[in-house]
């Protein structure tokens, strides 16, 4: 059996055929525009569907393909009418509109009672709100709806016919019950909302139903999850303390923990609870707006991409780094602060420059500034029983094993590397074997198709030598809060 494994992005998607084995057959990568209407940004669902019909087509006319899985972006979603005409496109998470009405989600359902349901505290990045800026803006658009789809359930509806979403990507709704797993009556009838309109809840790992003829395969079709959550599964996190550290343009640290916590105050901290795949788990996410950003501003910006006589800036800088802390305090809010502060006005800053600060000097302290925010995350979240107690570092910044060697020391947990950073393909690749057949469980799977490859453990001697620096970090915020 080969499994291919669907990633839809904001504006890219990846494809990757698995054999049953857990070796890669075929990889596609291709980017699309966002569309444009009215000067706002929605994501591209016709074509969307299009690039992937054909995608699908052509894969499948070279090779054999078992089952299919859609791993897709969270809160977006795409509104139709009875006749599955789309009445409205998906807003990106970051479009504005649905404050108020998250506004009045708090004043109505209040925070507690809201994170107590659904995992998060009412904000305007959740499809409720911005589904209730459609009924308070355009109300003709919002009379014709009939269902409220996701882009994993979308694609997935346009696949087969049926209308399936797993739990964690209902959860990024805003109006997804945690515990019942089910969308929320409480919620969506004070909102005068159907709970109708949504898709039927199931866990990730379900069998959808048989594609279509003009998807160009005969295969089934695996109910995939949130990106995160894909990602997650991909580096082999199955267990209470296991963690990815995604590290992006923003960095993302996805935790599991095994009991619901009751404080709101974490979802007050931008802390989701979210279901996650594995029976009696749920993660959470801890965000760092500035990781590959803040090095790509050093290097483009002050540096200018200056790599001496090495081959590239990075090997020009790790080369001449001496192995300790810098005595620099970077604080990395240099695209705002996300958990746990929530501040999109806080601006980064550099303590402790002299005349005798290099450059290597400069990018390390850039470094230890990340890995003290994550470890400032992971103790907040200490705080409602939850711990990392080691981690899979994914994405580009994870290429730096001198970064994942500090990032190691000063957060005390070892840390290890994939073979490949699109752990999120693996991850639907784990849930078809489960679900097909290739694999007795998830644990299964993991042997087969996670492939790990470097191992950072944390030096005691490195970890003590970064604890005053820590210390120091810590009030840095709160310091200079009121003058920026």
């Known amino acids: 059996m080969n499994y291919l494994s669907v990633d839809v992005g904001t504006t890219g998607c990846k494809c990757q055929l698995f054999s049953d084995t857990g070796e890669i057959l075929v990889y596609r990568f ?9 000067g706002s940004h929605y994501v591209n669902v016709d074509f969307i569907a299009a690039y992937l019909r054909r995608t699908l087509s052509e894969i499948g006319a070279q090779h054999k393909v078992s089952s299919v899985c859609v791993s897709s972006l969270g809160e977006s979603f795409v509104l139709l009418d009875g006749e599955d005409r789309v009445l409205f496109y998906p807003m990106l998470y970051t479009d504005p509109r649905g404050e108020q009405e998250a506004q009045a989600i708090r004043a109505v359902i209040g925070e507690e009672r809201a994170f107590s349901l659904t995992g998060v505290i009412p904000h305007s990045m959740y499809s409720l709100s911005k589904l209730l800026w459609i009924k308070n803006h355009l109300p003709d658009v919002f009379a014709k709806a009939k269902k409220v789809m996701l882009m994993g359930d979308y694609i997935g509806y346009l696949m087969t016919g049926e209308r399936v979403i797993d739990h964690a990507l209902a959860a ?88 619901k916590p009751t404080s709101a105050e974490m979802g007050r901290q931008g802390y989701p609870c979210v279901p996650y795949p594995v029976d009696g788990l749920y993660c959470t996410y801890m965000l760092n707006y500035s990781c590959g950003s803040i090095v790509n501003w050093l290097r483009k910006k002050i540096l200018h991409g200056y790599s001496g006589e090495e081959s590239d800036f990075f090997t020009y800088m790790e080369k001449q780094m001496r192995d300790e802390p810098t005595g620099l305090l970077t604080l990395p809010y240099f695209g705002g602060a996300s958990t746990p502060y929530q ?13 005798d600060t290099g450059d290597f000097v400069l990018y390390r302290s850039v470094m230890e500034g990340t890995a003290f925010e994550m470890r400032l995350n992971a103790e907040t979240v200490s705080r409602y029983g939850i711990s990392v107690q080691n981690a899979v570092a994914t994405g580009g910044g994870a290429n ?36 097909m057949g290739g694999a007795r469980d998830l644990w299964e799977a993991r042997d087969i198709f996670v492939r790990y490859n470097k191992h950072l453990a944390p030096r005691a001697e490195k970890h003590l030598a970064y604890e005053r620096d820590y210390r120091k970090y810590k009030k840095i915020y709160h310091a200079i809060k009121e003058i920026y």
């Open 172 to 259: 990024r709704t805003g109006a997804f019950d945690i515990e019942k797993k089910q969308f929320s009556v409480e919620m969506l009838s004070a909102f005068g909302i159907p709970c109708e309109w949504f898709s039927e809840p199931r866990v990730a790992g379900s069998v959808v139903g048989r594609l279509k003829r003009e998807w160009g395969l005969d295969a089934m079709l695996v109910l995939g999850s949130h990106d995160q959550v894909c990602t997650s599964l991909g580096a082999g996190v199955l267990a209470a303390g296991d963690a990815v550290d995604g590290m992006g343009t923003v960095e993302c640290i996805t935790t599991l923990f095994k009991s």
């Open 400 to 435: 730096s094993d001198t970064w994942l060697q500090i990032k190691a020391d000063i957060q005390n947990i070892p840390i290890r590397t994939l073979r490949s950073s699109e752990g999120g393909l693996c991850g639907c690749a784990m849930l078809q074997a489960v679900a």
């Open 343 to 355: 501040d999109l006005d806080a601006r980064g800053a550099i303590l402790g420059l002299t005349t």
């Open 30 to 38: 291709d980017e699309y525009d966002f569309l444009e209407k009215d």
